[in-house]
């Protein structure tokens, strides 16, 4: 079957951007507001302040996207007569292309602002890679490490937005007892499996020593896990009862 990408492409894509966008002209304001307070409206101040969110707000702000945007878009491109294999395949595409833009647009303003805070101790810019990988010591990251965390990002923003659609899409095939019973059991077991991993002696070290170990092990892992989410969230749409 021949699918038509493109129209539905955009569609979907144009609503990423646009969340994309309010989200970092909200982090911009943030940093900028932290930077001037801490630089030039309060010098003397022994305080220091800093910015390591940006890649876990990204990826919140893109585990909710998953879970509002895919029943509205799945709807609207039935309508038109898209298929859901098609409209499937468009919304990894746009989920992919805002993972990278928000991935790229970080590391520039990550960028921007370690440059300009140069030599003041008292403001510290980083992101989560550069705080497992390269250090906090580190004042500004080089080219290369830059597109390392750009990758870094991107996997786990996408792996986050395929979560958020997996809840949205399970929810969807609940009824209304079993939605209840879901809602009440996420939490409990989010806090339960640790717990119980622990309590039954599992050593979670080698794992966290294995993804500690190379940025390349993280961005592996997170897009098996991305992979993972992907198919479970074809198997609840592909059978979806869309009214």
């Known amino acids: 079957m021949k699918m038509n990408i493109k129209p539905a492409f955009r569609y979907q894509f144009s609503s990423f951007l646009k969340g994309s966008i309010v989200v970092y002209l909200v982090l911009i304001i943030i940093v900028a507001s932290f930077m001037v307070g801490t630089l030039y409206i309060s010098p003397d101040s022994t305080s220091v302040v800093s910015f390591t969110g940006y890649s876990i707000t990204a990826a919140i702000f893109l585990f909710v996207m998953g879970i509002v945007n895919i029943r509205g878009d799945l709807r609207l491109c039935l309508q038109y007569g898209v298929s859901r294999r098609t409209t499937f395949v468009s919304e990894l595409l746009a989920i992919l292309s805002a993972s990278v833009i928000l991935a790229a647009a970080g590391e520039l303003l990550t960028g921007i602002t370690q440059v300009l805070s140069t030599g003041n101790s008292k403001f510290f810019v980083a992101d989560l890679y550069q705080l497992i990988y390269v250090g906090p010591d580190i004042a500004s990251l080089t080219f290369s490490?830059?597109?390392?965390?750009?990758?870094?990002?991107?996997?786990?923003?996408?792996?986050?937005?395929?979560?958020?659609?997996?809840?949205?899409?399970?929810?969807?095939?609940?009824?209304?007892?079993?939605?209840?019973?879901?809602?009440?059991?996420?939490?409990v077991l989010f806090n339960a499996v640790p717990l119980l991993l622990s309590k039954a002696g599992v050593d979670l070290t080698p794992f966290v020593n294995w993804i500690a170990s190379s940025p390349f092990c993280?961005?592996?892992?997170?897009?098996?896990?991305?992979?993972?989410?992907?198919?479970?969230?074809?198997?609840?749409?592909?059978?979806?009862?869309?009214?």
Do not use: E, Y
């Open 218 to 243: 993280f961005v592996l892992f997170f897009l098996l896990l991305a992979a993972l989410f992907g198919i479970i969230d074809w198997l609840l749409l592909r059978r979806a009862n869309i009214k």
């Open 145 to 187: 490490q830059h597109l390392l965390s750009t990758l870094f990002n991107t996997s786990l923003t996408f792996c986050a937005c395929l979560f958020g659609m997996l809840f949205s899409l399970m929810f969807w095939r609940l009824n209304k007892v079993w939605t209840v019973i879901a809602a009440i059991s996420i939490p």
